[in-house]
């Protein structure tokens, strides 16, 4: 079988090693290339070791092309179906390489607190024994959850300014908790970096950590941003 | 940048701004002592408690949906002073009663937010 | 060996209220603690996480940051191809990518339609699909 670590527009000879020491090659005659090695088999439970090849392997690739960077796991039976594959599915890559290219992928999570709840500030109209404890507990999840959505703007929105796209993830329903990924220029990462640090200064009670650059893996499907 | 370098750039350091602080990540650190390693439990006791973590989780995940979707509709102004009372008081019944079961059952806010492995935390 | 019939039913009974002694008592306390928490959710998550973690007091380190962040990616990222996915998903955790499907087609499937979708609403009528 062929484990794929990624898809490229480039002819340059990938670097090894790949997983378990296996020498990595390209495969295609035209973009998009598949970067894979060869396996008799794979073991089921992939190590922290596995994850880091992986990733080694994809970000080399990065150094010299545009890579659409594949999920972790994903193989083949043989030369034929990667072929075919690429075949099948040419202009969705070579759509998703033009998107991402120049660009890596930027992590952000952050959480924001809550303050005391204060009493609830909207009412819910005239007339009727509405101010009951269930209008009461239900007002005050409200405005908790506004605040929240507020504060996570406040961090979301600048961010989203200096990237090309931006993907929240679904941080749980937690409402003060964030976790969203940024296509961001290669040239603007220092700019995305020193705003993460402002808002950190900025923003009462947030906390914010940036991991990255990494290859681009929540834009490489349609439907994501 | 050399290849070494770059080895050691894919292996372990991608902190880029901010500091790690446990509860951005403490409901996932489960993924790192576990998820790459299967554990299994296999103990009666451990998996009767596991079934009910399965459940209340899910009880309380539709909790919280369906919380979150009454406050939606209060936004919407869709909602009669008396519907919202009515659903406020059984979103605290609810609330109290997920309480007892959690009680009952030994279990704490964070056994309930489940650790599905390589796909993450449920909630 | 007792086999009064009456003196049975007597020791179960007493059984019976002896756990619902429990249960109202337990009770007592949920409120209690329900009351004290509800001042802030963030400080109660806050204590639930350190709760949690006291077993385990190691600083977070750098790497482990970049290898959650790595795992969220390779894992939950990335082109998807029809091969097979032979560094695997376990088939019990098929279970569980079938409830986090269903999590996430709820709420998009509640914002796509702007409807609830509680029993009781009228929006959800037999005919509204």
Redesign the interface.
């Known amino acids: 079988m062929l484990y794929v670590y990624g898809l490229t527009d480039s002819t340059r000879e990938p670097e090894g090693p790949g997983l378990h020491g296996a020498p990595v090659c390209a495969f295609g005659s035209q973009p998009p290339f598949a970067i894979a090695s060869e396996h008799r088999d794979l073991p089921a439970h992939p190590d922290e070791v596995d994850l880091w090849t992986h990733e080694r392997v994809v970000e080399g690739l990065m150094n010299g092309s545009t890579v659409l960077p594949m999920r972790f796991g994903s193989t083949v039976a043989d030369e034929a179906s990667l072929l075919a594959l690429l075949e099948e599915r040419r202009p969705e890559f070579l759509s998703l390489i033009g998107r991402v290219r120049g660009a890596v992928e930027l992590s952000v999570r952050a959480q924001v607190t809550a303050e005391r709840e204060p009493t609830p500030s909207i009412t819910t109209g005239g007339g009727g024994g509405a101010g009951g404890p269930g209008t009461t507990y239900l007002l005050r999840r409200h405005d908790a959850q506004q605040r929240a959505d507020e504060a996570v703007s406040r961090i979301h929105e600048p961010l989203a300014r200096l990237a090309r796209h931006s993907a929240r993830k679904a941080g749980g329903l937690d409402p003060g908790a964030f976790k969203a990924a940024y296509l961001v220029d290669r040239e603007r990462v220092e700019e995305f970096r020193a705003r993460v640090d402002e808002l950190t200064a900025e923003i009462e009670g947030a906390r914010i950590v940036c991991t990255g650059p990494w290859p681009p893996y929540s834009f490489s499907a349609e439907g994501r941003q | 940048?050399t290849?070494r370098s770059?080895?050691v750039?894919?292996?372990?350091?991608?902190?880029?701004?901010?500091?790690?602080?446990?509860?951005?990540?403490?409901?996932?650190?489960e993924?790192?002592?576990g998820?790459?390693?299967?554990r299994v439990n296999a103990d009666r006791e451990g998996l009767e408690k596991g079934l009910a973590q399965l459940v209340l989780t899910?009880v309380e995940?539709l909790r919280?949906?369906?919380?979150?979707?009454?406050?939606?509709?209060?936004?919407g102004g869709s909602?009669t002073?008396?519907e919202?009372?009515?659903?406020?008081?059984?979103?605290?019944l609810l609330?109290?009663r997920m309480?007892?079961l959690k009680?009952?059952f030994g279990l704490?806010?964070?056994d309930l937010?489940?650790d599905?492995?390589?796909?993450?935390?449920?909630? | 060996m007792n086999g009064d019939p009456e003196r049975a039913r007597e020791l179960a009974a007493l059984k019976r209220d002896a756990a619902r002694e429990r249960s109202r008592r337990q009770r007592e306390v949920a409120a209690a603690r329900r009351d004290r928490d509800r001042e802030s959710w963030g400080a109660r998550r806050e204590a639930s996480l350190e709760r949690q973690h006291q077993g385990t007091r190691r600083a977070l380190r750098d790497r482990d940051v970049s290898l959650l962040d790595l795992i969220d990616r390779l894992l939950d990222g990335g082109v998807v191809i029809h091969g097979d996915i032979t560094l695997a998903v376990a088939d019990v955790d098929l279970l569980y990518v079938g409830l986090r499907a269903m999590v996430a087609s709820v709420e998009t499937l509640e914002r796509d339609l702007g409807v609830s979708l509680s029993a009781q609403s009228p929006s959800l009528r037999a005919d509204a699909f």
């Open positions: 940048m290849a770059r080895d750039r894919a292996t372990g350091d991608k902190l880029l701004a901010g500091h790690p602080h446990l509860d951005l990540f403490g409901d996932e650190l993924r790192l002592d998820a790459l390693r299967r899910l995940l919280q949906l369906m919380e979150r979707q009454a406050l939606r509709r209060i936004d909602l002073p008396d919202v009372e009515r659903l406020g008081e059984t979103f605290m609330e109290q309480e007892e009680e009952s704490e806010d964070e937010n489940l599905l492995g390589p796909l993450g935390q449920l909630m």
